[in-house]
């Protein structure tokens, strides 16, 4: 069956670079879209970017300038990679595939020295 | 950006009740090929977001048809037609066609 869920590193100092890591199974990552999307007490649910499944990317114009999403396809990974991080940058990262039709667990972020 | 606009901020409702929520879009959803990419998700209290709806009335698989969806253009809505307690959580929207964005949520309680 579908399965994704993320890890990811639980505390990050400020000005860091935050890595998370989504593993999938159940289907192949060149068939989907795989999004990323967080939820922070702020903001509420953010897009930030998707990877196409033929491995172009999109981002969010908010993020554009410090995230970076890519794939082990080989692995069935997909990985986000976000540098610069803030104190409002905690909240719960999640993946979801396509049209959101199934989502990680999601991993907790406290960005904090 | 696509500003998505969800009301009532908070629903309150008996069981068996019909309740509706109301997504409305700052620029037509209407993709240029024919495709209105915009879904309705629901997250439970501690759970992640689960997907009901899809291209805005389209029912994904295991989800009760109690709730439907429709609209076009800007204007969608979801309804619920006779609430159960399962249903209780707080309702999205979310936009793919310019980019992604989410709606703020509507947070649905029993009365």
């Known amino acids: 069956q579908v399965q994704l869920k993320e890890t990811g590193p639980g505390l990050v100092q400020p000005t860091q670079t935050l890595s998370i890591t989504c593993t999938v199974s159940?289907?192949?990552?060149?068939?989907?879209?795989m999004q990323w999307v967080r939820q922070t007490p702020g903001k509420g649910l953010e897009w930030m970017g998707f990877?196409?499944?033929?491995?172009?990317?999109e981002y969010n114009s908010e993020f554009k300038s410090r995230l970076s999403i890519s794939r082990d396809t080989s692995k069935n990974q997909v990985f986000l990679k976000m540098n610069s991080l803030k104190t409002e940058d905690t909240g719960v990262y999640y993946c979801?595939?396509?049209?959101?039709?199934?989502w990680g667990p999601g991993t907790m972020v406290t960005v904090s020295s | 950006d696509v500003v998505l606009t969800q009301t009532p901020p908070t629903l309150s409702a008996t069981i068996g009740q019909s309740v509706s929520i109301s997504c409305r879009s700052s620029?037509?959803?209407?993709?240029?090929?024919?495709?209105?990419?915009l879904h309705w998700l629901l997250q439970r209290p501690g759970q992640s977001p689960q997907l009901l709806i899809y291209?805005?009335?389209r029912l994904e698989s295991g989800v009760p048809n109690r709730f439907s969806g429709s609209g076009s253009g800007t204007d969608f809505t979801l309804k619920i037609s006779g609430v159960e307690a399962e249903d209780l959580g707080v309702y999205y929207c979310?936009?793919?066609?310019?980019?992604?964005?989410f709606g703020a949520g509507t947070k649905l309680e029993l009365k």
């Open positions: 979801a595939r396509g049209y959101f039709d199934f």
């Open positions: 159940g289907f192949s990552l060149t068939s989907y879209y």
């Open positions: 990877i196409r499944s033929g491995g172009s990317t």
């Open positions: 620029q037509s959803l209407l993709h240029s090929n024919g495709n209105t990419y």
């Open positions: 291209l805005v009335s």
């Open positions: 979310v936009q793919g066609t310019h980019a992604h964005t």
